[in-house]
Structures are given as structure tokens and as C-alpha cells.
């Protein structure tokens, strides 16, 4: 149910146009280096490991067709998701590349929002085009660890 | 189904779900309003022990940016209860093209059509403009004031609506050179004693008032953030002209109902044309059996956020639900946020003698003095209440009016005491509060008839 969800707000708010190898079945790929990278290489994988989605395309891209996703929908007004966002950051550049994070503001990407989220901070983590974990609200560093492990597999 | 837009502002000024009260109205008012009171606070705080050596200044940045955050929150809060509730949220223009279609335009410019068997306009108002030059140009008004990006500086407001002379409150409450220029009367439709004690209050603050003069002219001296304003405005009762240097010229004269521009005339729904109003039965329908209206656009119908929200429930009901009972337009109170607050419920003193005719009236008030004030050395007889009763009903409570500290709060248990009846015995029978500026409606003892001073006497 939940990959049916994704694969309709995903269709809903990106053009028609079937990418390769389709959606249902996430070819295994190595993971693609992020063409987001601002200022050349860095000491930590932070930059690399951790983008903002720009819109559906680009969402479909980086987070979908990518091998470990995790989303972390946050907004502006919301003060636990300014606690959130730098600590999930900070985990997910321990993981050393194996995890991508996708950002999504809540309030430039409402409607993409619309269909996952109902709380500000909510982050999913997503496996072979499926939703395969999610949590809402602060964790602690500990917890996070754990909830990205268990992605990597 | 729910299609919402925002054409933007002259300014461009624009925003997300909730119309005008969330986004550009009662919301980042009442927050401003706060902003300038709790500065009032600190000021009188000194009086009260407090002592601190840091210089207290405003940060208008800050202000905004917390305000407009909150804003944000509650348009997804929207959009997630829309969501709950199985509505289509639509961001598209809507205009009639036939008696059961619409044709939504979106921001792109797209075109898309649906049809419906029941329609409800809720379109509400914008601003007017005063059609002088430079106004769309080189004016804000409050649809870009609470998004403004920099502090507005030395102000102009044009207009003592409501709107006006709030903003203006707040602005001088910040710490702002404000002046308002007035082209007739105070707050039009309230009641003008009220209202005259209320811009009496205003420049006791510091607010200069141009009474009597309209602007005709507004040019651009230096841009900048803000930028330098000139305005020339002419007397309305003479040619008498005069010249002010502004860094923000705030236009409140007025809004417009936004009815103008979606195909009314298409399907035949009559709205009034001079003010663009339409007018509704008792139940908002339109003269269009299959088309509803609620909100500011109804002609005679109060402009206010709790009324439109009642009659589009009662609405639903009725049209989904069996329900027969209709939206109560009778008593409705309301509250000018000023930085003395004015709240009333019923009718205006000129209201009530129109209708019940003078004689058969009794006016019953009395200026109090907050025991907060005394600490603080503030005025006496400032605060002001009154009660206008029908002598030949029971001396039945038919004007409600309160210029004082927190009025918007006492004024709503009032509102509900009218609702039931309220008499001038029941309210000698209710053993007030004490101490606090509430209470005075239960010892109201002397009438204007009697001529009787009222002025408290200092200690």
C-alpha cells in the first residue's frame, strides 16, 4: 500500500514520462554520486550525503531511484525539526555515503508533502521504491543510528 | 472541493491557505498587537521593580519572521485538515463560464474545468486603492505590512478604519514616527463617541492625526529598504494643501469585495454594484438558487472572520447535513485591537437612538481607572464603559461598550450575557470580580440623562 502511495503523489506531481527500468521494481544500482556538490570534496560526507529536493523531478531521482534513501520533511516554523535536522544530518554522514538524505521543505513542496506527512519533523526511509521505515518527531542520536542500520542492512 | 488564490499584491505580496484573517489580517494583527503591548510592559515595568540597565530596542526582523512562521504552520495545518476530510484542495482562480462549471486558472496559467451542483462564494475583500498617483506604486497596505521584509520607518497611514488606526497602534507601539490622516471620521460605522475616545488615546501616544485632508499625490524620493516618500494632500474643505516626508505610506480606505472578476454576470448572480456586495437570503443563498455566499462579500452582513466561519457551518449543515438552523446575525461583538483596546456588542449609541429613539433609552457609564494604571501613573479617566438600555423592555442591554485594557477578552462574556437576555437588573444582581476592570459593568449607577459627572476624582 505504501509503494502504491508513492508511486501516485509521484506520478501526480512529475510529468508523465516513464524512467528507466520503470518504477516498480528499483533496478539495483550502484549508488550514484549526487550531482550536488557544493564546494568540492570535503573532510566529511555531510555535503554529499545530504541534499535539499529542488522539486518532483528531482525527488524522483535522488531519493526514489536511489539506493538508500532516507527524506526528512521539516519546515521553517517547526522547532523540533531544527533539533532534528543537524543531529539526522551529523548520523547520516557516519554512515560514510552508504545513506543519502533528501530534504524536503514542507512549505515549497506542499503538495509533495501532502501525501506522506501529517507531523513536521516526519522521516521515511526508503527501500527499493517502498517506504520501508518511518518516524516522526526528535530521536536521539542512539535511536537514529539504529533506524539508519537497520536501512543499510 | 476548495479553490483558493491569491492574485498578488500591487507590492506582490502573496500567501498560503486560510484567507485574509490567517495570513493578512486577525492572525499577525493581534500578534503585532501583542509585540507593541509587551513593550508598553517593559516600559511600565521599571514602576513595578524592575531593574535593568540594557537599552530596549525593537527588532522588526524578528518580529515578522516569528510571525510569518507561525502563519506557515497553520496554512499546512489547513491544507492537512482538508486532507482529513477528503476536499480537493485546488491553487487555482476560479470564474464561472456556465451555471454549474468553472473554469480554474493556476499560477502557470493552465486552465482546467469542473463542474459542481452547489457552489459557495466565499471570495472575501482587498484593499482599496485611492486611484491618486503613485499609490499602487509606492503604498503598502496591510497585505504586504506583515510580510514587509524591512522595518517600515517613519509612517503615513492613510485611512482611521479599523484597519488604520490598529496598524497605526501598533506601528507608534514599536517605537515608530506615525501620523494618520483622516479624510472624515474615525472608525465609520462604530460609535463615534467610542471612537472619538479611542483617537484621543492614539495621540496621547504620540500619533499625529491630519483630520480632514486626503492625499493626492505620492512620489518617490530615494528608493530604498525603506525607501523616502513624498505625499501631497489636499483639505477637504478648502485648498488648503499640505506636504509630509515618509519612509511608508500604509493605505486603509477601504476594501473591495473581490466579485467582480468570476463570471457572476455569467450565470446571472445579481451583486450590488456599487459596493460589488452580494445580497443573500436568510439562508446565503444567492439569487441563484444552486449558488451561496458567505464572508465579507455579503452585503449587510458583519465583515468578520467568527461570522463568516458560523454561517459557512450552519451552511453545511443545512445544505448536507438536515439541519434547519440559521446563522444568528443579532449582537455580534467585536474588538478594536487599538493599544487601548474597544470592544462592543449591539448597537452604536446613533444606532440605538435611530431605532429605539432617544427617549425611550437609558445610557448608563462611568470612566474607571485600572488598578494596573495607578502603579504606573497612567491616566484616570481614560478607560471608559457604557450600556445602552431599552427602558421599555426590561432595560434590556441592546449596546455593549468597553474602552479599556484586554476589552477584546471581557467583551466576549458580555456578548454571551446579551445573547440571554441581558438586563440592566441582572447585571446589578451579579456580584462582580474584584479588582479587575471587568466589574465596572455591575456598578453602573449613573446615566448620562442625569447629567451627572462621571470624571474620577485623582488622590
Not at chain 2, 477637504?236 to 469585495?257: D, K
Request: net charge neutral; hydrophobic share 35%.
Amino acid at each position: 500500500a505504501q509503494r502504491l502511495l508513492l508511486r501516485r503523489f509521484l506520478t501526480s506531481v512529475i510529468p508523465r514520462k516513464p524512467p528507466q527500468g520503470g518504477w516498480t521494481s528499483l533496478t539495483s544500482r550502484t549508488l550514484q554520486t549526487p550531482q550536488y556538490n557544493p564546494g568540492g570534496l570535503t573532510e566529511t560526507f555531510i555535503c554529499s550525503a545530504t541534499f535539499n529536493v529542488q522539486d518532483g523531478p528531482d525527488f524522483q531521482d535522488r531519493v526514489v531511484n536511489s539506493e538508500t534513501p532516507v527524506v526528512d520533511f521539516h519546515a521553517q516554523w517547526c522547532g523540533p525539526c531544527k533539533i532534528l535536522g543537524p543531529r539526522l544530518e551529523k548520523m547520516v554522514a557516519k554512515q560514510h555515503g552508504k545513506v543519502v538524505m533528501a530534504k524536503v521543505n514542507t512549505d515549497d513542496h506542499t503538495d509533495l508533502a501532502m501525501y506522506e506527512v501529517s507531523a513536521v519533523p516526519t522521516v521515511l526511509a526508503i527501500k527499493n521504491g517502498d517506504v520501508a521505515d518511518k518516524f516522526v518527531g526528535i530521536k536521539e542520536e542512539d535511536q537514529l543510528e539504529t533506524f539508519l542500520k537497520k536501512l543499510i542492512g | 472541493m476548495v479553490l483558493d488564490f491569491v492574485v498578488p499584491s500591487p507590492q506582490g505580496s502573496s500567501w498560503g491557505l486560510g484567507g485574509t484573517c490567517v495570513n493578512v489580517g486577525c492572525i499577525p494583527k493581534k500578534l503585532m498587537h501583542q509585540a507593541a503591548l509587551l513593550g508598553q510592559a517593559l516600559q511600565d515595568s521599571r514602576k513595578y521593580g524592575w531593574e535593568y540597565n540594557k537599552q530596549v530596542k525593537h527588532n522588526w526582523e524578528t518580529m515578522t519572521e516569528a510571525i510569518q512562521n507561525h502563519i506557515s504552520s497553520l496554512n499546512w495545518s489547513y491544507r492537512l485538515k482538508l486532507r482529513e476530510k477528503g476536499v480537493a484542495y485546488i491553487n487555482a482562480y476560479g470564474e464561472f463560464v456556465e451555471p454549474s462549471k468553472i473554469k480554474a486558472t493556476n499560477k502557470k496559467g493552465q486552465e482546467t474545468f469542473y463542474t459542481a451542483s452547489t457552489f459557495v462564494i466565499a471570495t472575501g475583500e482587498r484593499p482599496r486603492y485611492l486611484g491618486i498617483q503613485g499609490d499602487k506604486e509606492y503604498c503598502i497596505t496591510s497585505d504586504d505590512l506583515f510580510s514587509l521584509p524591512h522595518c517600515p520607518g517613519r509612517t503615513l497611514v492613510v485611512g482611521a478604519s479599523y484597519v488604520g488606526l490598529e496598524c497605526a497602534g501598533f506601528l507608534a507601539g514599536l517605537g515608530l514616527d506615525v501620523t494618520v490622516m483622516v479624510r472624515s471620521v474615525l472608525l465609520r460605522g462604530f460609535d463615534q463617541e467610542m471612537a472619538e475616545k479611542v483617537g484621543s488615546y492614539l495621540e496621547k501616544e504620540g500619533i499625529k492625526f491630519q483630520r480632514k485632508f486626503t492625499p493626492v499625490l505620492i512620489q518617490q524620493m530615494e528608493r530604498g529598504s525603506p525607501g523616502v516618500l513624498r505625499v501631497v494632500a489636499k483639505s477637504t474643505e478648502g485648498p488648503e494643501t499640505i506636504e509630509g516626508v515618509y519612509n511608508t505610506v500604509l493605505l486603509a480606505v477601504g476594501r473591495e469585495s473581490c466579485t467582480r472578476k468570476i463570471g457572476l454576470e455569467k450565470i446571472g448572480v445579481k451583486i450590488n454594484e456599487k459596493s460589488g456586495k452580494i445580497p443573500v437570503n436568510d439562508m446565503e443563498q444567492t439569487n441563484v438558487p444552486h449558488v451561496y455566499a458567505v464572508g465579507d462579500i455579503l452585503e449587510g452582513k458583519p465583515e468578520l472572520t467568527p461570522v463568516a466561519i458560523q454561517a459557512g457551518k450552519l451552511l453545511a449543515r443545512r445544505l448536507f447535513g438536515g439541519s434547519l438552523e440559521k446563522c444568528d446575525y443579532i449582537n455580534i461583538p467585536t474588538t478594536v485591537f487599538t493599544p487601548l483596546e474597544y470592544g462592543c456588542c449591539g448597537l452604536s449609541e446613533e444606532k440605538a437612538i435611530e431605532v429605539y429613539k432617544k427617549e425611550n433609552l437609558e445610557v448608563y457609564h462611568n470612566l474607571f481607572w485600572p488598578l494596573e494604571w495607578t502603579v504606573t501613573g497612567r491616566d484616570n479617566n481614560t478607560c471608559y464603559a457604557k450600556i445602552i438600555c431599552n427602558k421599555f423592555d426590561n432595560e434590556r442591554v441592546v449596546g455593549f461598550h468597553l474602552l479599556g485594557p484586554n476589552a477584546g477578552e471581557i467583551t466576549q462574556g458580555f456578548a454571551v450575557a446579551m445573547k440571554c437576555g441581558l438586563t440592566k437588573q441582572l447585571l446589578n444582581d451579579t456580584i462582580g470580580i474584584h479588582p479587575t476592570c471587568s466589574e465596572v459593568f455591575t456598578t453602573l449607577e449613573i446615566t448620562k440623562s442625569s447629567g451627572l459627572d462621571i470624571t474620577q476624582k485623582g488622590c
